[in-house]
């Protein structure tokens, strides 16, 4: 009876343990990719293997004690926290490789690229932005953008990049790209892509973006937002830190509009049809004034930018991105409240909002005048971002 009983529980766990050891080998395999990474990346592995170490030997240990039902739960979490464990390297692996081919394609950016150089911090902030912008630009910089000294302080101190984001005209060396060499010379807070502007190709400047941000800077969040909306930078960063843990989160302001299939109207889509039936809606999306998502989803894209399609709108392309990922949707409605006396009654309520826009303009309506003005009603106080906790 005894020797009946003991074949049967060994039968039982070799499932679990061929898993383990299933695992092990596809760690131990993908160690002989990483000295060509980066010696980071063999640290991070090797502490991997240790923690599946511990965790073989603790199961062991427990196997001939612990009830099944107990064994069953830690095993069950052993194996989930592995999984994770090994997306996570798998992630940082096709970052570096993503990182490489971006520094091979952009000369400007290939030495700190392949030496994989990547500076690690909290949020990289891309102001969409355009050639004949230079007015909001300077309006944005004078309100909630710091300026010279400070500017590199709040990167190094509290891990917040800012940068405009901006391409390239269609003309080499033309006299908009030697503006904007002029100003970046004068402010150093643009980020340079390689995409040529257009106002039909933004869904491309979003992909391109992320892609080199990603590849410049190891941030928790990467935000997208335009020159014509009032950002308060220590409430954006406190909300993003409320989602810190999560791996993969979009936020914004969720919206639903209709698929525009009328050839005459703003917001046409010429792919209607993929939709389904005239009048239907599309999918969840955050409005495009302004939106964050993690690291995963950033890098997502990143890798996968040459085959994500693009539609005629770019806030619906960012969303059908995601469509089929495990993507958790945060509707955030501090990130899309209106001017005053919309955001001056709830700052008085000590609501703070994240980012202030009019939704008739797609953004403040007469930003140059009027974000001043946003600014002194709806602002968080200039000291707020350097005493926030996140």
Known sequence: ???RSTTKISAKWIPIFCTFSFFLGVLITGRTWLPSESNGQLSSLQRREQELQAVTDDLTTKTNSAPDSDLMERTHEAIQSLDKQI??????????RSSREIGISDGSAAISLLSNERKKVFMVIGINTAFSSRKRRDSVRATWMPQ???????EREKGIVIRFMIGHSATSNSILDRAIDSEDAQHH????????????????KTKIFFATAVANWDANFYVKVDDDVHVNLGMLATTLARHRSKPRVYIGCMKSGPVLSRRDVKYHEPEYWK????????????????????????????????????YANEDVSLGSWFIGLEVEHIDDHSMCCGTPPDCEWKARADNVCVASFDWSCSGICKSVEKIKYVHSKCGEGDGAVWSALF
């Open 189 to 204: 807070d643009f980020l340079r892509l390689e995409h040529v502007e257009g106002y039909h190709e933004l869904s491309a």
């Open 148 to 154: 010279g000294e400070k500017l590199v302080q709040l």
């Open 275 to 310: 939709f389904g039936e005239e009048g239907n809606k599309y999918f969840r999306h955050a409005t495009g004034q302004i939106y964050a998502i993690s690291k995963d989803l950033a890098t997502y894209i990143s890798i996968n930018q040459p085959i994500l399609h693009k």
């Open 87 to 96: 997306s996570a390297l798998k992630m940082e692996l096709s970052v570096t």
């Open 1 to 3: 009876m005894r020797s």
